[in-house]
């Protein structure tokens, strides 16, 4: 025989509805979860791409940089060397297509082949050295393949000059007297402070 509690428990109309409201109200909580995992997921992933992007953009900064520095825009000579040397063959009389230049503060003129025999990349190392009292030079050095180019370039010009220019403008221009092999010097009556800046400007470093 039942009791009255649970008779009256029987015949209460909203229980259905708390059974109802209870498995509502777990559905609702797992969606939730459901919700907030997803959205930790989701912002994790966008976390992980913003710092894969950051870092690979860093190093490609990083990269641009570096190769910035190491080669640089334009020619590595223009960059690094701080006077420009040349060497070029000249002719004393005039011929079509040469360059008409004057040796130094002389009234001189030669005309110069366009085509640099060498410059300051071929330089290997440079120094000062002097010529009499107050007067002072450049010697040049020159690596393996422009001593290749100086001696063949000379062996078939001898009797003819040879201009040295620094920054565009031919300070000396002797006559090829034999082949020239390794070495150039530079004359151009400078002083012991002028020598030296060009020997230390002209070698690419």
Same mark, same amino acid.
């Given at each position: 025989m039942k009791d009255v509690f649970e008779l009256l428990r029987e015949?209460?109309?909203l229980k259905d509805d708390f059974e109802h409201l209870y498995q509502a109200r777990e559905e609702m909580r797992r969606r939730v979860v459901a919700t907030a995992s997803t959205a930790r997921t989701e912002a994790a992933r966008a976390l992980l791409h913003r /710092? +894969?992007?950051? !870092?690979?953009? %860093?190093?490609?900064?990083i990269a641009v940089v570096v190769f910035g520095v190491l080669v640089g825009p334009g020619d590595r000579?223009?960059?690094?060397?701080?006077?420009r040397f040349e060497a070029h063959l000249a002719e004393a009389q005039?011929?079509? /297509? +040469?360059?008409? !230049?004057?040796? %130094?503060?002389?009234?001189?003129?030669?005309?110069?082949r366009p085509?640099?025999?060498?410059t300051n990349e071929d330089i290997a190392q440079s120094w000062v050295t002097q010529d009499g009292p107050n007067r002072y030079g450049v010697s040049v050095q020159l690596l393996p393949d422009g001593a290749r180019r100086m001696r063949q370039?000379?062996?078939?010009?001898v009797g003819r000059p040879m201009a040295i220019l620094i920054d565009g403008e031919v300070v000396t221009a002797p006559t090829v007297r034999s082949a020239v092999s390794d070495s150039a010097w530079i004359?151009?009556?400078?002083?012991?402070?002028?020598?030296?800046?060009?020997?230390?400007?002209?070698?690419?470093?």
């Open positions: 015949a209460d109309p /710092g +894969l992007t950051l !870092a690979l953009t %860093g190093t490609l900064v000579e223009t960059l690094q060397a701080a006077v005039p011929v079509p /297509g +040469l360059i008409v !230049a004057r040796v %130094g503060n002389s009234d001189r003129v030669i005309y110069l085509e640099a025999i060498v370039a000379t062996a078939a010009h004359n151009g009556d400078y002083t012991q402070a002028e020598a030296q800046r060009i020997a230390d400007g002209i070698g690419v470093r």
